[in-house]
């Protein structure tokens, strides 16, 4: 369904938009699967929102669930200082997202993901709005027999994890030289139910196949490892780190800190390798009514991902990030069972897609 539109740069306020006398935060992607979700929590805190997006994965299902946000419909390399006016933090999550979104163009994933963080950074900079930073755990790649940590070497192995490697050197240099404070969250493969929902990330990939055809495939053989994290979860940490509103965080002689993001469970960081994690899923849809047949696909996968990682760090900073996969399946599927975005092949859901249907001339993408 086509996205709502306005002039670049003009401000869209909802008509139940709420004078919160809390926070104000600014949060760059707020129409997109982590956007919505935690656009939604700040509103629902009484958090005052203002938010950047060019409005690419807008549904009408979008629309509703942040209403009360103000909305300013514009490309992320067009913020300036003056948008950021009165507010307390910048939440930066808008980028390209996944590797075959970035594939289609190198030129402008580098243009979005970086240059976009550096204007960014550089608005931030000067209305002096502390920043978090949503990098990705892809920026490890692929790691033989070993947690990497957030002091490891980024091994990246795709066109988007070197423009967040690339974007979080922009944001160090702007805290070591401008004293930009900035707090940079890596992120692991995000899954379970938002309003922008996508069928492109892992979990929720195969619960679409296996409602659709049946068949929970576990690619290359399944013997990859991945780091996850339930989009709740994720939401939760950018506010708890937002709401300590402390200076602890920020150090301008050591740079931005730098936090893994995962699931873990009673303090202990939890990986998934796809071939269990598909047993898993099996079990747990058997157990919900929907039957389905585990298919080995030995083929070798163009994913060279191969990490897990550890969130200790995460931990002992307080954050917590313990919903699992059985949570967040019961609430895909209530949400799915309601007839909520069940048209499952239509491009929204997909953000190569989306991407390749900006790049031919073909947005807004065509929904059933």
């Not at 809390?22 to 958090?47: E, M, P």
């Not at 390399?77 to 594939?103: I, K, Q, R, Y």
């Not at 050197?169 to 004293?179: K, R």
């Not at 950018?238 to 873990?264: C, I, K, Y």
């Amino acid at each position: 369904m086509p996205a709502l539109r306005l002039e670049p740069g003009e401000r869209e306020v909802g008509a139940d938009a709420r004078k919160a006398s809390a926070l104000k935060v600014f949060i760059t992607g707020q129409l997109g699967y982590l956007g919505s979700v935690l656009t939604r929590k700040a509103l629902d805190r009484g958090y005052s929102v203002v938010g950047l997006d060019a409005g690419y994965y807008s549904t009408p299902l979008v629309e509703a669930h942040v209403r009360g946000c103000e909305t300013i419909r514009a490309d992320v390399c067009d913020v300036t200082a003056e948008m950021l006016e009165g507010c307390d933090f910048c939440l930066h999550l808008a980028a390209l997202s996944n590797d075959g979104s970035c594939d289609i163009s190198e030129d402008e994933t580098h243009r979005v993901n970086v240059e976009g963080t550096r204007k960014i950074a550089k608005a931030c900079s000067i209305a002096r709005v502390p920043m978090g930073f949503s990098s990705s755990a892809s920026v490890y790649g692929s790691v033989w027999f070993d947690l990497s940590r957030e002091d490891s070497h980024p091994n990246p192995v795709s066109a988007y994890a070197r423009s967040k490697v690339t974007a979080e050197g922009v944001l160090q240099h702007a805290a070591l030289s401008c004293g930009l404070r900035c707090i940079i969250f890596r992120q692991s493969t995000l899954f379970g139910w938002s309003p922008r929902m996508r069928y492109d990330l892992v979990v929720n990939a195969l619960l679409k196949s296996a409602l659709t055809t049946g068949d929970l495939v576990a690619q290359g053989g399944g013997e990859t490892w991945r780091p996850l994290l339930y989009v709740g979860d994720c939401a939760n940490v950018w506010l708890s780190m937002m709401e300590s509103r402390t200076d602890r965080w920020w150090s301008a002689q050591h740079g931005a800190p730098v936090f893994n993001v995962a699931h873990h469970e009673e303090g202990v960081t939890k990986p998934y390798r796809i071939s269990e994690l598909v047993w898993w899923m099996h079990l747990l849809l058997r157990d919900r009514g929907v039957e389905t047949r585990m298919v080995r696909d030995t083929m070798e996968s163009p994913d060279l991902r191969d990490y897990a990682i550890d969130a200790t760090r995460l931990q002992l900073a307080g954050f917590v990030c313990s919903t699992g996969i059985t949570a967040a399946l019961d609430e895909m599927l209530e949400h799915i069972r309601a007839g909520e975005c069940v048209d499952f092949d239509s491009d929204i859901y997909y953000n190569a897609r989306v991407q390749q249907a900006i790049q031919e001339g073909r947005w807004p993408p065509r929904t059933k």
